[in-house]
């Protein structure tokens, strides 16, 4: 019997007054792995968005159960505490604040909020070697400013480091593949699927099946409109990259 | 981050300024107003040589002369000189021995500014001359300074003790004759620090000055004059505050440094007096002269953080008079709510092979206005000489300002000038990735803002840098928009 983790409910949502998400639904349970594909302008950025609080997106209807909680209003930084983590599509450059400074600034922040005391220098120091092992992150990046100079898949490998150090309940990889050759996909993949457990799902929002080869998903939906109007199995994924989006468009769904 | 999370909840917790407190300590005061008789007053007070009284009367005579500048980009409604009160001392003066003769009061300001001097003596090896409302009320690491024959007393105590010095160097590098201020400086100043590095003597620790404007209505006028002897080595902090007023009150110093052949002096400022509240009324007008002159070979490195201020008025400049000399300004000046700040240095390359870097980073927040003002001047016989300059504005609001007006004047084909200036505002991207990641909008501010000015901030000494960072943090409170 699998726990609840996330539920989704007619969720609607605007940016600028334009309406994106259009009732979605989605439930996920922990020790899953979802794939969301669909066309370009479907919602897929913007649903990654939402879950993780961008301020710039207005919630108009529908509710975000995570782990028990409605986050619908809750702040972005307080959705990370409880376990929320979006790997970006355009991880951002903070210059001249290192990966170090960075990471160690947020889990102090997350200890703070739970009561707990500052990670000491030499258990934080330890876990920073462990994780960039475990997703095979260049010694040097970890003192280099925030994403500033990295190249594509640096960016994207430093993610998922973020994500390790992080140990989120919920990861949302926004189209993690775009911009990775096929050797630092697999780098990525490998770092994604390590990091999996019964405890955590992962969310992996892409436009291409390859991804999924190397992180397999339990369900893949396709969303459309701002809704999901198909779900399956990873046997979905494979009929879309041979058939495209254009037949279920047409379908009784729309 | 260096410091604990406890120290940045209490400064969270005290939003308003930290240093706004007034010390209840009896204060002997002239009368307001400015005139030959006032300054025959302050002079006669501090028991001054007839030369040094000279030299006052004559500056006033040129000030009486002289026109407030208008050229700096601020606005403000100029100080009435005659309702300013020149001079004011702790009454309780009297020589002290030891600590404990301190008047419990300063010591407790003292506190309350995080530099007991009992804690640095005990901790950081800083050597402190603090400077209350002009005199200059206890110094420490005298003994083992002295040991080295490094001189580091306040103003007065050098006229008294080194007339030889004071009368050599005095005026030499910022004229009585220079500007508005620094003649009016020049007239009425009334105590400062002076400092002085024998030959080929390395200064053990940082030297460091605590100014504090307290009594209301007083403008405070100190002095600095620091020398360091050929081959010498010093570095030098000053620190400022001012407690919370709704007046403005003037801040007129004057700075002068000399390094003499191979001498390198180092001088880091952090610079946080009252900016006035958050409607822009109140805070300290400073005006402030600094220069240094290079010999042969020397090093001039200028470090500044500028939180404070209604109004800003400084331009710490080097004069690269001897051959291979270096100059160098690193500074970070933030300006939030009403403050307005017009910063920056002159680079005055005389000798040959002469080398100066200025890095400005400007962060405007609130509707502030910030302007970078530089001035780097190649003379004729300025042969191979480089300047590299680099001025950056970070703007956290759409209702705040950043203005840059470098000037360049080149009469040597062979310099090597050049200048980059980049303008960028905070990202909400960067806020939202920082977010995301549960760092929280102020301390992702306070994480951006500091990473922008590393690269000033890497200059600090490590007890200055702490200091800085959180005063970044503190002035720029609430400040995206």
């Known amino acids: 019997m699998s726990e609840l983790l996330i539920e989704i409910k007619d969720l609607e949502c605007n940016i600028d007054n334009q309406k994106i998400l259009q009732g979605l639904n989605l439930k996920i349970n922990k020790g899953e792995v979802h794939a969301i594909m669909g066309p370009n302008g479907s919602g897929k950025s913007t649903l990654s968005s939402v879950l993780a609080g961008n301020e710039n997106y207005e919630v108009t209807n529908g509710s975000i159960n995570f782990l028990g909680e409605e986050i619908s209003e809750m702040s972005p930084e307080e959705r990370s505490w409880k376990g929320m983590f979006l790997a970006f599509q355009y991880p951002v450059e903070i210059p001249g604040v290192s990966n170090i400074n960075f990471l160690r600034t947020a889990l102090n922040e997350r200890n703070k909020y739970y009561g707990i005391d500052s990670i000491p220098a030499k258990d934080f120091l330890k876990m920073v070697a462990e994780k960039s092992e475990l997703v095979g992150l260049n010694n040097k990046l970890k003192n280099r400013s925030v994403n500033e100079g990295f190249s594509g898949g640096e960016k994207k490998r430093n993610e998922i480091f973020q994500m390790a150090m992080l140990d989120p309940k919920l990861s949302i990889l ?3 593949d775009s911009g990775l050759d096929i050797d630092a996909l697999k780098i990525v993949a490998n770092g994604v699927n390590k990091l999996k457990s019964s405890e955590n799902a992962t969310v992996v929002i892409t436009h291409y099946q390859r991804l999924l080869d190397y992180i397999v998903p339990d369900f893949v939906h396709v969303l459309h409109e701002g809704k999901i109007i198909k779900s399956g199995d990873k046997s979905l994924a494979l009929e879309l990259e041979k058939k495209g989006y254009d037949w279920l468009k047409t379908d009784e769904n729309i | 981050m260096s410091y604990t999370e406890k120290e940045l909840k209490e400064e969270l917790d005290n939003k308003s300024y930290e ?3 007034v010390t209840d300590i009896e204060s002997e005061k002239a009368p307001v107003g400015l005139n030959e008789d006032i300054i025959k007053l302050i002079s006669s007070k501090k028991n001054e040589p007839q030369w040094l009284l000279d030299y006052r009367l004559e500056a006033f005579r040129v000030w009486l002369k002289m026109t407030e500048p208008n050229w700096a980009h601020v606005k403000y409604e100029k100080p009435d000189f005659q309702n300013i009160s020149y001079y004011a001392a702790p009454k309780k003066k009297k020589e002290l021995q ?19 001097i009992e804690e640095q003596k005990k901790l950081s090896g800083v050597a402190v001359d603090f400077v209350m409302d002009s005199v200059s009320v206890a110094t420490s690491f005298k003994e083992k300074l002295s040991e080295l024959g490094i001189i580091f007393c306040s103003f007065s105590e050098a ?39 024998p030959k080929g003597v390395r200064c053990p620790m940082e030297l460091s000055t605590y100014f504090r404007i307290n009594e209301s209505g007083t403008g405070q006028f100190e002095r600095t004059l620091l020398i360091a002897d050929e081959s010498s080595y010093v570095s030098y902090l000053e620190g400022c505050t001012a407690p919370q007023r709704d007046e403005n009150q003037l801040h007129a110093a004057v700075v002068e440094l000399i390094a003499l052949d191979k001498a390198e002096i180092k001088y880091s400022t952090v610079q946080n007096w009252y900016p006035g509240d958050s409607k822009g009324k109140g805070g300290v007008y400073n005006f402030v002269t600094k220069r240094g002159i290079c010999g042969h070979r020397s090093k001039i490195s200028w470090t500044q953080v500028e939180t404070g201020s209604a109004v800003t008025w400084k331009y710490p400049s080097c004069i690269l008079k001897g051959d291979y000399s270096i100059g160098e300004f690193y500074s970070v000046a933030v300006t939030n709510n009403f403050q307005q700040a017009d910063t920056g240095t002159k680079m005055i390359h005389i000798g040959k092979n002469t080398k100066s870097t200025i890095i400005s980073k400007g962060i405007s927040a609130g509707k502030s206005q910030n302007s970078y003002r530089g001035l780097v001047k190649i003379g004729k016989g300025a042969k191979n000489s480089r300047n590299f300059s ?16 470098p000037y360049i004047e080149c009469e040597n084909p062979t310099a090597t000038v050049e200048h980059e200036a980049t303008t960028s505002k905070i990202g909400e991207d960067q806020l939202f990735y920082c977010m995301q990641r549960g760092i929280s909008e102020e301390k992702a501010i306070s994480l951006i803002v500091n990473g922008y000015a590393k690269e000033v901030l890497n200059k600090l000494p490590m007890e200055f840098a702490v200091e800085a960072q959180k005063l970044l943090e503190i002035s720029l409170e609430g400040s995206v928009g």
């Open chain 2, 98 to 116: 030891s600590l404990d003769e301190v008047d419990p009061e300063l010591l407790r300001t003292m506190e309350k500014l995080g530099i007991s």
């Open chain 2, 390 to 405: 680099q001025c950056d504005s970070l703007l956290m609001t759409d209702q705040c300002g950043a203005h840059t007006f």
């Open chain 1, 174 to 176: 926004d189209e993690t």
């Open chain 2, 19 to 21: 240093f706004g407190f």
């Open chain 2, 159 to 197: 006229v008294h003790n080194y007339p030889d010095l004071v009368k050599k160097y005095m005026g030499t590098v910022v004229p009585h004759t220079d500007n508005y201020y620094s003649a009016l400086n020049s007239a009425v100043f009334s105590d400062g620090s002076f400092c002085y590095i």
